[in-house]
């Protein structure tokens, strides 16, 4: 039987890497990744329509891996710091070595590899 020493912190943890799960959520923190943005430059830098992107940044939002910064009539997005930017930076890494057998994983669900 598997113990875990602190299930709430693996608990949290796991949240934590459901917000950078899903597709369109890991796009827009790609896009934050070179400078901060607007909903209109992310919608366009994605390709979500705008209520979909607007969804996906309160949720990044509300769990803190994005900051907004509101500007006149428009709000900027950026990302919340130098560590969200390193885990994103840290996973490329951990990609480049361990790509195939991810891709090859079908306890996951449905894979797609991008080219």
């Not at 366009?44 to 996906?56: C, F, I, Y």
Request: charged share 20%; with cysteine; proline share 3%.
């Amino acid at each position: 039987m598997l113990t875990v020493a602190n299930p709430a912190a693996v608990a949290l943890r796991a949240k934590l890497f459901r917000g950078f799960a899903d597709p369109s959520r890991l796009a827009i923190l790609d896009a934050l990744g070179d400078r901060p943005r607007t909903v209109g430059e992310l919608v366009e830098a994605v390709g979500l329509s705008q209520s979909n992107t607007s969804n996906h940044l309160a949720c990044l939002l509300e769990c803190g891996l994005v900051v907004r910064e509101q500007r006149g009539k428009f709000a900027v997005y950026a990302l919340a710091g130098e560590r969200v930017v390193a885990l994103l930076a840290l996973a490329d890494g951990v990609l480049a070595d361990f790509a195939d057998g991810i891709y090859a994983c079908t306890r996951y669900g449905a894979s797609e590899r991008s080219a």
